[in-house]
């Protein structure tokens, strides 16, 4: 395993053990480097993502937030998780299962260098006010992430290849059910 990949897998260990913060102002990573590498969202998508670290213990994905454009209410299936925000502003919005529908109850400013705790099963959905860039730690590795789609009143289960949005390719969703 290289330096970087040490740094990447002491991360995620540290991220369950919630001591992030201070392992990431310590780790070697190359901030600059990584708010360089961040992609670009694709046509249609609210944030661009790439995977940069994966082991037994977790994920590391890097993300560029389109500006103005909220992702999909999602949850994360059984992983946990943070998003260390290295440049910009999010609006995050929590969500809830009222009466059938599925209602926004709390909404939250976040803004660079903070650390943005995402609980398993929990649902909300994000947004950039500005040109915002994150390092999202999730452990396990995401699976059976489940994505809201308000308008045709169902919950997709997307593919590990799929971001928190509605895919335009119907090979990324795994499951899809009607709401009642």
């Known amino acids: 395993m290289s330096a ?7 991360l995620l260990v540290a ?5 992030l913060g201070a392992h990431l102002r310590a780790s070697p990573l190359p901030m600059g480097a990584l708010l360089a590498a961040a992609p670009p969202p694709g046509a249609g998508e609210p944030y661009g993502r790439l995977p940069i670290f994966r082991d037994a213990v977790g994920e590391v994905l890097l993300v560029r937030w389109r500006e103005e ?22 609006v995050e919005r929590h969500w809830r299962w009222r009466a059938g529908e599925l209602c926004a109850v709390a909404e939250r400013a976040h803004a660079a260098s903070e650390v943005i705790a ?13 040109a915002a860039v994150g390092i999202h730690f999730y452990f396990p590795a995401i699976q059976g992430m489940q994505v809201f789609d308000r308008v045709r009143r169902e919950t997709l289960v997307v593919s590990e ?6 895919p335009q390719d119907d090979s990324l969703v795994i499951s899809r059910a009607g709401w009642p």
């Open 161 to 166: 290849d799929c971001g928190a949005w509605i």
């Open 15 to 19: 991220c369950r053990a919630g001591a």
């Open 118 to 130: 995402v609980g398993p099963g929990a649902i909300h959905d994000m947004k950039a006010s500005d």
């Open 69 to 90: 454009t909220f992702c999909a209410p999602h949850d994360h299936g059984d992983a946990g998780g943070f998003v260390c925000l290295l440049r910009g502003r999010l």
């Open 4 to 10: 970087i990949e040490h740094a990447w897998s002491d």
